[in-house]
């Protein structure tokens, strides 16, 4: 178990909604990242978030947002959902220096349909 | 910008055999460089990482990687591979100093271990 939590673990949802990832760090951790992983596009950085800041921006799409709340918890929207976003969300968390480990959770399983 | 090779993409070996899983970098610094395993319907574990000082690293699980700074690799061993250790693994990397600590992944390499 790494601490990181995420909810919800599967979701099926159609095409053109919007759905909400939930992630909650280890204890302790100010950052928080969320990577993407599809067949086909692999494990892709999406965002990351320091103590309630956007830290970095990778290849997250118009459609998609982010946030941290003050609690440290952050959430991830993905809005006008296509086939093509199917894929295993992950969130994970580390303490900010550089080279520290970045832990992952299990990640959340989003079907489009 | 950094990128991160994985050669193959699927490894098979015998039970009891050495496993080799390759991975090259590309990076305008010297990176930090990481592993990690996923197992089925799991997220990311890491194996094992390397920041600064000793180049050979051992991680858990009895894997161990080196980096070699003049070919750019960080390639992941272990003497004698166990049916426990099919999975995927995926070497990464980050840069010193970077803003986001991001990490950059290879494609992964999928572990097959027979009895």
């Known amino acids: 178990d790494s601490g990181v939590t995420q909810t919800p673990k599967h979701l099926i949802t159609a095409t053109g909604q919007r759905v909400t990832l939930r992630c909650s760090p280890r204890s302790g951790d100010l950052s928080v990242y969320w990577y993407q992983q599809s067949l086909d596009q692999g494990l892709q950085f999406l965002i990351q978030?320091?103590?309630?800041?956007?830290?970095a921006k990778g290849n997250i799409l118009e459609r998609f947002s982010a946030q941290q709340f003050p609690d440290l918890h952050s959430e991830l929207n993905l809005s006008s959902l296509e086939l093509g976003d199917s894929a295993l969300y992950f969130c994970?968390?580390?303490?900010?220096?550089?080279?520290?480990?970045?832990?992952f959770g299990e990640g959340s399983w989003l079907t489009v349909v | 910008a950094q990128s991160v090779t994985q050669l193959g993409s699927h490894v098979s070996v015998s039970e009891g055999a050495l496993v080799l899983l390759r991975c090259n970098y590309s990076s305008s610094v010297p990176p930090y460089l990481f592993w990690y395993v996923q197992y089925p319907n799991q997220g990311l574990q890491l194996l094992l990482k390397?920041?600064?000082?000793?180049?050979l690293v051992k991680g858990i699980n009895g894997f161990e990687a080196e980096f070699k700074k003049s070919e750019t690799s960080f390639h992941l061993t272990k003497p004698s591979a166990h049916m426990s250790d099919a999975a995927e693994y995926f070497c990464a990397v980050s840069l010193p100093n970077n803003a986001g600590n991001m990490l950059t992944f290879g494609g992964g390499t999928r572990l097959m271990v027979k009895p």
């Open positions: 390397y920041t600064t000082g000793a180049t």
């Open positions: 978030y320091y103590n309630g800041e956007e830290r």
């Open positions: 994970a968390s580390s303490s900010m220096q550089g080279g520290n480990t970045i832990y």
